[in-house]
């Protein structure tokens, strides 16, 4: 399937956008008219430049205001189209977008209107272009995209067909089945984007907040499936208006829109059976087989395993890494770093197919992390993040493959320790590149979206995990004017107090919980006064709901990150956000000096 | 009247807010539970600090989910309820705030919610303290401040009152009238808040967007006439929950806030003839008295102002300061800075009475500015704007005053040019500081905002202006990753292609503006080919609208500032904002390398 995007998703100048679509592997590109505009080359120029990146100009867009309008200003309006028929004619583009009228209409009638079409029409065929005429969500009169097709049937002309934008199609919920109604060969255009749902007028929604496929709540693989049953074999192009996108360094948004696409392709594909344009298959993550934390001192780090219980399983034979584990959680220790600070620098995850896995990745246009392997040493193949964070593939049993790298340590314990979760955090224009890729790349699902109070702005959580839960990644999305706030690893439990006091006993010094945390806990939950004393003594903290409860304490930091061990009883199946304000409060007082 | 503020509204720790709000002259504070909850200090130690700093603890808040319950949550809550009451005692609040139910009601009964409304009271009684019961505009079946006023009377209790919000009574549309039906006694608090209008859910709109008030489009004004002729005695108190200031810096978000509540209560005397709570009268600038320009070396402006026709007149006799006119625009080169980048560091304002001007914004917490005057030089006095640029103020004619002190330069020629307007920029996080300076300080009006695609993404564009339109002030907003757009003095002239043909001549490099521009306005405008011709060759812009024309020109970037020749003919109203794009395409060019 061809791919298109619309340059207006983009930051740059107008050079700087098509360079970044043609390195993104797009085919083609949308030129918007203002992106020309602002622009010093000249139409030959942008022509000759595609022809060299090799992108074809899939449309010219958008052409506003012009039917539904008085005798005298259509003439004005078929003045200033021919103009731009004529600068699309350098340009080498044979196909404009004219959206429906939502300035300047006064005549609300369809007859006219087709009439007016027509004209325009058969103008534009003079400079052999064709006319693809949109609804928009708040065109005046015409706001549907059954009415605009209504009209370009009523004008019947060879060079005028329509054009369907997801967006203004799913944001007015209007039933997108009805797609299959019209001509495939007169569906000229397709815009691509997604959306959060928000309540909110649809303008606003529309120029602020759009968003790449897969990072929204539309459900565009149907969509497409409509539009292709239809007959439609143009371009899939995406028209996404996003205040974040605009910003962001064009090169990666571009990549991260081109993924966007693939995905996309992949899942309409799938849903129908088509053999065309398929991945390979997303391996669902069955559990996490290790996480690593980098930094050129680990000490701490090491120190505050063994105060948790973990044991030392040795240093790996050829590199400067350790390994420590507490039932199946694996924590390797990496010390081959220039960059001091430790910091969780990757995650493995145990997958059926490491192999499928690497390639579906590869696919959507992650990078294959090279990593040096001595002979002898299991191979084990990663992406890269969009952050850079290596995400590791295994599929076979991690004590049987790589563990027997390390020498020199203690036996495995039983236990049935494991990894409750990982907490990543990242800049706000960070957020939704990644919430596509552990989507698209590990078909991990986005969970509703939660704010959290921290002493320096609301933090947004999302969590993205494995339908079966098993993988669960709560994000976190910094303000934009806070320090990035530390990640960091959950493990499991099923005696938390013990474990705390065996923690303590050897020298733990728990991230210091307030004592007014106690007094509210009381407050909302009627605990025993003895069981109350307890959590207090050892900096616990705790949270219900109708499922089960969660008891959790965490490290203090270490660097850019911290570990938290829970207990869950019954089926409580949060993550403690009542708690997380007192934790970001705790961890921003462990880190400035007191007042 | 007294002040206060909820500690919700700002960042850090509630010692930091509690040491802010006292440093901004606030009378007391809403404590919020979380705020407590997440701190370290006990509330015996927050109460003492409150007493050292002079803050009367005026609230506790919030409690939600109370009334409308079953019999067994009723007892529930109540238990919730005492524990709070028994902190209240410790930290010596007396007044809880009690929301609408938006959560647990499913008793939709006037008379049952009073009854239990009723226990509540009664077992507040026991603690002394008072119920602020507040219909939240997404309450469950409460959601009209005059069902929970009826509710209050129904319970009648002594020490059961109502709260008003002024964000749920107007954000929902109700007719604040209807407030001065109620009881000044019986309401126990009021909380204000302006916002912008938007369209979109309530809940949204108020935990995000809320502003100080003047900020926003509210009447709170009127809605606060309502509440003091209603006979409320207690404090006004904000309670805006924004994403902004929950980042700001604490003390000048205090500070910002604190301004807020000064102007509102002067408005709302001013609307009723009230003597108390009035400032000095605000001093609509007349005209612009002079800009000043600052930098270690302005040979460069000293340049392009005698290219564009500016007359030197001369160096002041005591400082390192030069004088340039055109006109009545007088702009001032200030050389006495170790900043080295030139940049806009100071506006001069004609004003009827300048003490009063001064008196109004230091009684609103604006700093008064020192500055060095010496013997027989005229003395001309200062506020500081939040970002640092001084506004002056001048009531005396300036060539009859301190113009005067500038000599060997040229003698003045008369023009009728004069400053069309002066654009600033500021950083994303100071806006809503800076709109509520320029209104409550000088009366200044904030017109529509308007949002500007610039390569670096969309610059919010916010005109605030005297009601004749005499003085206007563009506030540019930059998006958080860009650099700050340079400012700019734009100055009127009635004939500009001779004028810019004549600083053409005498050696002034255009901000070059590219010829598909041209393309673009031969399009929409069916400009004649000849007149086009024109413009380009001198690189001036057009903009028509149905009352008239704007034809400009910009200079280069000099550091952080441009200047901009303007021509308006009939009553063209705008400032070309349909080129600002081009602009800072342009401008972003000039200042990164070509590729």
Known sequence: MRTSIATVCLSGSLTDKLQACADAGFDGVEIMDTDLTVSYESPEEIRALCQRLG??????????????????????NLRRAEAKFQLMNRLGAETILVCSNAGTA?????????????????????????????????????????HAWRLVQLADRPNLGT??????ILARGHDPAEIEHIDGEKIFFLQLADAPQLDMDVLSWSRHHRL??????????????????AGYTGPLSLEVFN?????????????????????????????????????????????????EITGSDLGAADETLDQLGFTFRGKHRTKQVRLWTLG?????????????????SAIGLLVDDAGQALARGAALGAPVVFRRTYAGDH????????????????????EDTWVTEFEGGQAAVESSHAVDHINLSYRWHEFEETVLFFHSVLGLQAQTPENVPSPQGLVRSQVMRTADATVRLPLNLAPPTAPLPPRHIAVTCTDILELARRAQERGLRFLSIPDNYYADLHARFGLDEDYLSQLKTLNLLYDRDADGE??????????????????????YDGYGAANAPVRLAAQRRQLRPLR
């Not at 506003?64 to 005798?71: H, I, Q, W, Y």
């Not at 054009?163 to 203004?168: K, P």
């Not at 191979?379 to 991690?398: K, Q, S």
Request: include cysteine.
């Open 328 to 344: 199946s959680t694996r924590i390797i220790l990496n010390e081959q770093s220039q960059q001091p600070a430790p910091h969780l």
């Open 379 to 398: 191979e084990l193949r990663a992406l890269g993040a969009p952050d850079g964070t290596v995400i590791y593939f295994n599929d076979a049993p991690a």
């Open 550 to 571: 969660f008891i959790h304490f965490y490290t203090p930091t270490i660097g850019g990150l911290f570990l938290e061990m829970v207990q869950r009883t019954g089926t």
């Open 106 to 146: 006064t005549v609300d009638d369809d007859a006219v209107v087709a009439q007016q079409l027509a004209a325009l029409a058969d103008l534009a065929a003079g400079y052999g272009i064709r006319i693809a005429y949109e609804a928009l969500a708040w065109g005046r009169y015409v706001n549907d995209y059954r």
């Open 243 to 291: 205040d974040t996108f605009r910003q962001t360094d064009v090169t990666s948004t571009a990549a991260h829109a081109r993924r966007s696409l693939t995905w996309l392709a992949d899942r309409a594909s799938a849903a129908n059976g088509w053999s065309t344009d398929r991945l390979p298959s997303a391996q669902s993550p069955r559990s996490v087989d290790f996480v």
């Open 212 to 229: 790449f496929p897969g990072e929204g709540s539309f459900d565009l693989s149907g969509f497409l499936t409509h539009v292709l049953k």
């Open 163 to 168: 054009c369907l934008d997801s967006f203004h």
């Open 55 to 76: 992108l074809r100009i899939d449309l010219f867009q958008p052409f506003r205001d012009f039917e539904g309008v008085s005798e005298e200003l259509l003439a004005e």
